[in-house]
């Protein structure tokens, strides 16, 4: 697979950050539904992993089938475009920084983001390979 910086999709990027994260709030939904979250549970809990992991995956897997190039630049900037979404909404909705470093740790968001990343390179390399069977073969 070739990876250049100009098969970068930004649209895609976009959407399927969008897409990841509206699966991962849906999972997080059923699994707290279904008590396997307790909803005052802390959010490092091994089912927020589980399903940030599926969200991403499945979405790194939908932006590959539908861009079939540079899949783990798009996988890095979807981690990005997170990184980017949560700073903003810090500096613009959040709460006091003293308040915001006591509910999360850095380390525990450096974690998810790697599960994120390394997901959605699954993912999209995973849809790239199967693009390109279904191509070769039809």
């Known amino acids: 697979m070739f990876e250049s910086v ?3 999709r930004p649209a895609w ?30 959010t490092e809990g091994m089912g927020v992993a589980v399903a940030l ?15 079939n190039a540079a899949p783990i630049l798009h996988s890095l900037a979807m981690g990005l475009l997170s990184v980017v979404v949560w700073l903003g909404l810090n500096l613009f909705v959040g709460e006091d920084a003293g308040d915001a470093m006591d509910t999360f ?3 525990v968001a450096g974690s998810l983001l790697a599960l994120q990343i390394a997901s959605t390179i699954v993912g999209a390399r995973a849809g790239v390979r199967f693009a390109r069977r279904a191509g070769a073969a039809g």
């Open 6 to 8: 100009r098969s970068l």
């Open 13 to 42: 990027i976009g959407f399927g950050w969008f897409i990841a994260v509206a699966l991962t709030s849906l999972l997080v939904f059923v699994l707290t539904v279904v008590d396997f979250i307790q909803p005052e549970a802390p």
């Open 105 to 107: 740790s850095g380390g």
């Open 53 to 67: 992991m599926v969200g991403f995956l499945v979405a790194g897997f939908f932006v590959g089938t539908r861009v």
